[in-house]
Each structure stands twice: as structure tokens, then as C-alpha cells.
């Protein structure tokens, strides 16, 4: 059974750093891209990064280029978010989700909330 | 960056009635399209995929259509289990949501 378990969510202060982190099992981890998705409260879903299988190809949305890195560790079967100077706008709930291929995304991990604010 | 448009924004029906929603994008995006089931609380939940794709295991009450700029999505007779908000992805460059439809039940 495919499975993608987020942790590393929390409340953290304007301009401060948090690393989100991805643990898959259940598939062969190597071979799927990746990709971060976000939802702030009462809002609609926002794509924010993606990485492929090796790591080759990496790609942010815009509101969080420059300040998030998104990262992978093919042997850990883990998938991670680097997020630095975070901004009360950033407040959302963080999910992992799995590309199957060509930017669908068939698992989805059950999200971790980050909450900025002073 | 490609623009998704959905409508309506929201939807009251009753069991059993049909229920369609559109998506629109700024630009052709061939039939680079899926339609994704959001429950309050639960992480969404991939429907159609290719613009009319059903996912394994996705009741077939569920379909999509439409190709280039313009899709449907619908729900040929709508239960309870359906009350849920509907999002449109598109993946012909970046991948990008649609605002969502949230339906619900009369």
C-alpha cells in the first residue's frame, strides 16, 4: 500500500526557517517525481515545488522561489521541504504528493500544518 | 503561467441530480487536465486524469470531457458521499489549480 506521511510542521515566527520532510513506502520511490502541494486555510490547493526521480529536474512555484528548497533522499525514501524566511502568507497545510507522471498526482500524503505568526 | 477558471464556485443539488462543472485555461492545453475529490479535512483525491480518464477504482457516476481550453466534469447522479469541493488541475507547463467547486447537497 502506497503511503506518504508528512512531519516536521509547526508554528514558527515571520522570517524563520522550517524543514518539512516526506516519508514514503509502499512503491518504489526512485522511480517517481515528487512534488510539494499547499493549502492555506479556507483556501484552494497551490502547487509549490517539484523534483524528479533523481533529482535532476527541480521547479518552484514563484512565491517561493529563492526561499524554499525542496530536496530528496532516494535511499531514505524521503522527500523534503527547506523552508526559509517564511512569511505569514506561507500559513498552509503541506502535502507530499506522489506524480505518476506528467504532473499527476495519484498519493497524497495526509499534510502538515505550518502556521507563521508572530 | 497558464489561468484555470472553474464554474460555479458552488453548487447546491439533490440526490440523484446530475452535476456538471467547468473548467476553462487561459491557453490550449491540449488534454493536459485532471479533476481532483476534496473532503473537508482529507487530503484530495485524483477522479479523471487526461481530461476524461477514470481513475481505478473512482465510481463510473464520474466522468470528464472536453480538450484544448474548455472541460467538464460530471457527476451523472449525485450521492451524499459526494459533497466535496472539486478542483481542475492542469499540467501542460507547471502544474495549476483551478479555484474549486464545492458541491453540496440540497
Same mark, same amino acid.
Given at each position: 500500500? @502506497?503511503?506518504? @506521511?508528512?512531519?516536521?510542521?509547526?508554528?514558527?515566527?515571520?522570517?524563520?526557517?522550517?524543514?518539512?520532510?516526506?516519508?514514503?513506502?509502499?512503491?518504489?520511490?526512485?522511480?517517481?517525481?515528487?512534488?510539494?502541494?499547499?493549502?492555506?486555510?479556507?483556501?484552494?490547493?497551490?502547487?509549490?515545488?517539484?523534483?524528479?526521480?533523481?533529482? &535532476?529536474?527541480?521547479?518552484?512555484?514563484?512565491?517561493?522561489?529563492?526561499?524554499?528548497?525542496?530536496?530528496?533522499?532516494?535511499?531514505?525514501?524521503?522527500?523534503?521541504?527547506?523552508?526559509?524566511?517564511?512569511?505569514?502568507?506561507?500559513?498552509?497545510?503541506?502535502?507530499?504528493?506522489?506524480?505518476?507522471?506528467?504532473?499527476?498526482?495519484?498519493?497524497?500524503? !495526509?499534510?502538515?500544518?505550518?502556521?507563521?505568526?508572530? | 503561467?497558464?489561468?484555470?477558471?472553474?464554474?460555479?464556485? &458552488?453548487?447546491?443539488?439533490?440526490?440523484?441530480?446530475?452535476?456538471?462543472?467547468?473548467? !476553462?485555461?487561459?491557453?490550449?492545453?491540449? =488534454?493536459?487536465?485532471?479533476?481532483?475529490?476534496?473532503?473537508?479535512?482529507?487530503?484530495?483525491?485524483?477522479?479523471?486524469?487526461?481530461?476524461? =480518464?477514470?481513475?481505478?477504482? @473512482?465510481?463510473?457516476?464520474?466522468?470528464?470531457?472536453?480538450?484544448?481550453?474548455?472541460?467538464?466534469?460530471?457527476?451523472? &447522479?449525485?450521492?451524499?458521499?459526494?459533497?466535496?469541493?472539486?478542483?481542475?488541475? !492542469?499540467?501542460? =507547463?507547471?502544474?495549476?489549480?483551478?479555484?474549486?467547486?464545492?458541491?453540496?447537497?440540497?
Amino acid at each position: 500500500e @502506497v503511503q506518504l @506521511v508528512e512531519s516536521g510542521g509547526g508554528l514558527v515566527k515571520p522570517g524563520g526557517s522550517l524543514r518539512l520532510s516526506c516519508a514514503a513506502s509502499g512503491f518504489t520511490f526512485s522511480s517517481y517525481s515528487m512534488n510539494w502541494v499547499r493549502q492555506a486555510p479556507g483556501k484552494g490547493l497551490e502547487w509549490v515545488s517539484s523534483i524528479s526521480s533523481s533529482s &535532476s529536474y527541480i521547479y518552484y512555484a514563484d512565491s517561493v522561489k529563492g526561499r524554499f528548497t525542496i530536496s530528496r533522499d532516494n535511499a531514505k525514501n524521503s522527500l523534503y521541504l527547506q523552508m526559509n524566511s517564511l512569511r505569514a502568507e506561507d500559513t498552509a497545510v503541506y502535502y507530499c504528493a506522489r506524480d505518476r507522471s506528467g504532473s499527476t498526482f495519484d498519493y497524497w500524503g !495526509q499534510g502538515t500544518l505550518v502556521t507563521v505568526s508572530s | 503561467d497558464i489561468q484555470m477558471t472553474q464554474s460555479p464556485s &458552488s453548487l447546491s443539488a439533490s440526490v440523484g441530480d446530475r452535476v456538471t462543472i467547468t473548467c !476553462q485555461a487561459s491557453q490550449d492545453i491540449s =488534454n493536459y487536465l485532471n479533476w481532483y475529490q476534496q473532503k473537508p479535512g482529507k487530503a484530495p483525491k485524483l477522479l479523471i486524469y487526461d481530461a476524461s =480518464n477514470l481513475e481505478t477504482g @473512482v465510481p463510473s457516476r464520474f466522468s470528464g470531457s472536453g480538450s484544448g481550453t474548455d472541460f467538464t466534469f460530471t457527476i451523472s &447522479s449525485l450521492q451524499p458521499e459526494d459533497i466535496a469541493t472539486y478542483y481542475c488541475q !492542469q499540467y501542460d =507547463n507547471l502544474p495549476g489549480f483551478g479555484p474549486g467547486t464545492k458541491v453540496d447537497i440540497k
